[in-house]
């Protein structure tokens, strides 16, 4: 009985050579060449094909090849009651701390004035510095090391989250949002994707935010409401955005955002899950999906994270 890998055109060797070394009694298939369906025990996906678990009755575990699990909930065909995990790993927070850091220094050091201003061969040392105070939204795994690196740095950093808890920086939740977007000037979305937080990012809210805030999203495209970002720059209720995550994935090339001057893009690529790093947890599941054993990084279905 074993595991069955399924993350559609992606090369799965990495994982595989990790799960062989770590484990060479597990067998593993992995899809679309999968020959023995009742020999799945666990699935290890990303983005599979709606519906394919059905085709496992014996599936007693599903883990998630990343942090969000949002692309497996969205799969009208998930067995009800597989306990679902997913990845929180030392390598994954740290790529992105260092993103969301990249991108606040880079903002508040006005690197791209300073390119521009290079190719204009102009020198001009007025204002070298952004006065920045980070919002941080979603304060969970990922996000509460961007706020504790930022505020060992020295920034101002606060928190927003969805349910009260005590921390030791500014932290808001629920319906506090409006206090804490009137704390800050860069907003950095680092929340699950679920019902309540798609379109999130929104007209309403960057209205309600100080003007010329920027924005920083890492989480997922469907955070943002693209078209609303775009006339909150026009009316500079936000001044730029630096965007890892898009609704659609490659950005087609004939999206608005390639041309917008004020927006700075990466593809997806913010923190991506290494299998060196993450393949021990996987099998540390399965083997106490095997022993009946409580599940490290266990989502709550529920919740949707
Ligand atoms: P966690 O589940 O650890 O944390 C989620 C946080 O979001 C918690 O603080 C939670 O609050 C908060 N939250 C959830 N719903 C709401 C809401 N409605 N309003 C306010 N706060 C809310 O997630 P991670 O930090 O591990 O990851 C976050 C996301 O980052 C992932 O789901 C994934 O989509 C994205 N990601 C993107 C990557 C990239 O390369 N671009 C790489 C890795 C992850 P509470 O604790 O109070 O419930």
Request: with cysteine.
């Amino acid at each position: 009985m074993g595991l069955a890998i399924i993350s559609p055109g992606k090369n799965m060797d990495a994982w595989i050579s990790n799960f062989q070394s770590l484990d060479p009694s597990i067998p593993i298939q992995v899809y679309p060449d999968i020959q023995d369906p009742l020999s799945v025990e666990a699935a290890l996906l990303w983005n599979h094909p709606p519906g394919i678990l059905l085709e496992f009755p014996n599936l007693k575990l599903i883990c998630s090849m990343g942090a969000g699990v949002d692309h497996i909930l969205k799969d009208p065909q998930l067995p009800e009651h597989t306990p679902i995990t997913r990845i929180v790993d030392e390598k994954l927070t740290w790529s992105m701390t260092n993103y969301v850091v990249m991108g606040v220094l880079n903002h508040h050091r006005q690197l791209v004035r300073y390119q521009q201003q290079q190719r204009e061969k102009r020198w001009d040392m007025s204002s070298p510095e952004i006065e920045v105070s980070i919002g941080v939204l979603g304060v969970g795994a990922l996000g509460n090391d961007i706020v504790d690196k930022l505020s060992y740095m020295g920034f101002k950093v606060s928190g927003f989250g969805k349910s009260p808890k005590i921390m030791s920086y500014p932290y808001y939740f629920g319906s506090q949002l409006d206090d804490f977007l009137q704390q800050i000037n860069v907003l950095v979305c680092m929340l699950p994707l679920t019902a309540e937080t798609e379109g999130y990012l929104n007209l309403e809210l960057f209205k309600k935010c100080n003007p010329g805030t920027y924005l920083i999203n890492v989480a997922r495209g469907k955070h943002l409401n693209e078209q609303e970002l775009l006339v909150a720059l026009e009316r500079g209720y936000i001044s730029g955005a630096l965007l890892d995550v898009f609704h659609v994935e490659p950005l087609p090339s004939n999206h608005p955002f390639w041309e917008e001057e004020r927006i700075m893009m990466t593809p997806h690529i913010a923190s991506v899950t290494n299998p060196n790093a993450a393949a021990p947890q996987i099998l540390e599941n399965f083997r106490r999906m095997k022993m009946s054993q409580p599940l490290i990084n266990q989502i709550n279905r529920i919740k949707g994270y």
